[in-house]
């Protein structure tokens, strides 16, 4: 009983962590040039939602309001290839969408529209950026009402989504873990190979220091 307890208990911690790990709500300022760009670290084959919206800072009432259809926002995504599988141009609020194929670290960039931006000279853009992903990216109230499903239904399907998602964050780590575990072997192997050559170089020293000494003092008569 306390064994099945336990194991429930860390099912849920496990869920909620993978809840406050795939949904990131956020807000930042840009000037008129400047562009900001975030790291994601993301599995494979994994949707992911970016949903913003831009507020202009008004000098007369002195606080933000929202910014007008002419300013826009350029997105733009890489994978951790640098691989560019994003490049769009947005209107002031919006939403983009993209797919991971490769496991990693994904960069995101936002920055606006500077040529309609300049008409706001000196001027700073609050950007609000949420984003989500994987099941988190799913609107079950939507997918409810289009097949149907009774809320125990919807409720299994969420459960099957998360557990999907959760082996997709294992493989993930264990992704990084073989990643980690190449790296420190060639580093551990760099550092034998220039500790032997150190010992060589050190050994070659010695022994030409032994000549050189040997000649000196056969030079001297005092050998």
């Known amino acids: ?6 194991q429930s208990c860390l099912l849920s911690v496990l869920l ?5 790990t795939f949904v990131s709500s ?7 040039t400047e562009k900001k760009c975030f790291i994601e670290e993301i599995p494979d084959e994994t949707m992911i939602i970016g949903n913003y919206r831009t507020q202009l ?3 007369q009432k002195e606080e933000y309001l929202p910014a007008t259809q002419g ?7 890489k994978d ?33 529209n500077s040529s309609k931006f300049a008409l706001f000279s000196g001027g700073m853009l609050r950007v609000h950026l949420d984003i989500q992903v994987g099941e988190h990216t799913n609107n079950y109230a939507e997918i409810a009402a289009k097949d149907k499903l009774t809320e125990l239904q919807l409720r299994v399907r969420q459960l099957v989504e998360q557990v999907d998602q959760i082996q997709k964050e294992q493989n993930y780590q264990r992704y ?11 580093t551990n ?23 050189h000494l040997k000649s000196f003092f056969e030079a001297k008569k005092l050998v």
């Not at 009983?1 to 336990?6: E, G, L, P, S, T």
């Not at 956020?26 to 008129?32: A, D, N, Q, S, T």
């Not at 990084?176 to 060639?186: A, H, M």
Request: glycine letters at 6%; charged letters at 20%; proline letters at 2%.
């Open 57 to 59: 800072y008004d000098k």
């Open 71 to 77: 300013l826009g926002m350029f997105v733009e995504v």
């Open 16 to 20: 909620l962590n993978v809840y406050y």
């Open 189 to 211: 192997q760099r550092v034998l190979w220039w500790s032997i050559v150190q010992t060589l170089i050190l050994v070659a020293i010695g022994f030409w220091q032994m000549r």
């Open 176 to 186: 990084r873990e073989e990643r980690f575990r190449q790296t420190s072997e060639s």
């Open 26 to 32: 956020l807000y930042f300022h840009i000037g008129e």
């Open 1 to 6: 009983m306390v064994a099945v307890k336990m």
């Open 80 to 112: 951790p290839d640098e691989k560019l599988i994003l490049s769009r141009q947005y209107g002031s609020e919006g939403r983009f969408t993209f797919t991971s194929h490769t496991p990693g670290e994904h960069q995101i960039c936002l920055h606006s």
